[in-house]
C-alpha cells in the first residue's frame, strides 16, 4: 500500500524550532519529488516546499523562505522539513504530499499523509 | 505568481441537484497544470481531477471538469450527500511551483 506517515509536530513556542518527518512506504521513493503543504486553523491550503527525487531542486513559499529547510534521506524513504524562527501565522497541520507526473505532462499530489499538526504559541 | 480565485465561497444544494464550482486564474494556465482537490473534515486532500479533465482514480464519473485559459469549472453532475467537502483548484508551474484556490465550500 502506498502510504505517507507524516510526524514530528507539536507545541512550540515563538521563535522555536521543529522537525517534521514523512515517512514513505509502497513506492519507488527516490524516484518521486514531495512537498509540504499547510493548512492553518479554518483556513485553505498552502504549499510550502518542494524537494526533487534526488534532492538537489528545491523550492520555497515566500513565506517561509530562509526559515525553513526541506531534506530528505533516500536511503530511509523519508522527507523532513526544519523549521526554525517559528511564529504563530506558522500555526498549521502540516501534510507531506508526493508529485506524481504521468508522462511528465500532468503535475499533481496523488498521496497524502494525515497530517501533523503545529501549534506555536506563548 | 498566478493568484487562483474560487467562487462561489460556499454553495448549498440538495441531493440530486448539480453543482457547479468555478476557479479564475490571474494568467493563463495550461490546462496539464489545472487540477481539484476535495477536502473532507479532518482528512488529507485528494486530488479528483488532474490536468482539468482528468478524473483521478476512483473518483465517480458524475464529477467533471473542464476549462481554459483562465477559467475553469468542476462540475458535480447529481449530488450526494457525501459530495459535501471543501473543494480546491491547484495549479503547477511557475513561482512557486504549486499554488492553491481558496476553496469553495459545499454543503449538501
Known amino acids: 500500500e502506498v502510504q505517507l506517515v507524516d510526524s514530528g509536530g507539536g507545541w512550540v513556542q515563538p521563535g522555536g524550532s521543529l522537525r517534521l518527518s514523512c515517512a514513505a512506504s509502497?513506492?519507488?521513493?527516490?524516484?518521486?519529488?514531495m512537498n509540504w503543504v499547510r493548512q492553518a486553523p479554518g483556513k485553505g491550503l498552502e504549499w510550502v516546499a518542494y524537494?526533487?527525487?534526488?534532492?538537489?531542486?528545491?523550492y520555497y513559499a515566500d513565506s517561509v523562505r530562509g526559515r525553513f529547510t526541506i531534506s530528505r534521506d533516500n536511503a530511509k524513504n523519508s522527507v523532513y522539513l526544519q523549521m526554525n524562527s517559528l511564529t504563530a501565522e506558522d500555526t498549521a497541520v502540516y501534510y507531506c504530499?508526493?508529485?506524481?507526473?504521468?508522462?511528465?505532462?500532468?503535475?499533481?499530489?496523488?498521496?497524502w499523509g494525515k497530517g501533523t499538526t503545529v501549534t506555536v504559541s506563548s | 505568481e498566478i493568484v487562483l480565485t474560487q467562487s462561489p465561497g460556499t454553495l448549498s444544494l440538495s441531493p440530486g441537484e448539480r453543482a457547479t464550482l468555478s476557479c479564475s486564474a490571474s494568467q493563463s494556465v495550461s490546462t496539464s497544470y489545472l487540477n481539484w482537490y476535495q477536502q473532507k473534515p479532518g482528512q488529507p486532500p485528494r486530488v479528483i481531477i488532474f490536468?482539468?479533465?482528468n478524473r483521478a482514480t476512483g473518483i465517480p464519473d458524475r464529477f467533471s471538469g473542464t476549462g481554459a485559459g483562465t477559467g475553469f469549472s468542476l462540475t458535480i453532475s447529481s449530488l450526494e450527500p457525501e459530495d459535501s467537502a471543501v473543494y480546491f483548484c491547484q495549479q503547477y508551474g511557475g513561482s512557486p511551483p504549486y499554488n492553491f484556490g481558496q476553496g469553495t465550500k459545499l454543503e449538501i
Open positions: 509502497g513506492f519507488a521513493f527516490s524516484g518521486d519529488a
Open positions: 490536468g482539468t479533465f
Open positions: 504530499a508526493r508529485e506524481d507526473h504521468p508522462a511528465r505532462y500532468y503535475y499533481y499530489m496523488d498521496v
Open positions: 524537494i526533487s527525487g534526488s534532492g538537489t531542486t528545491k
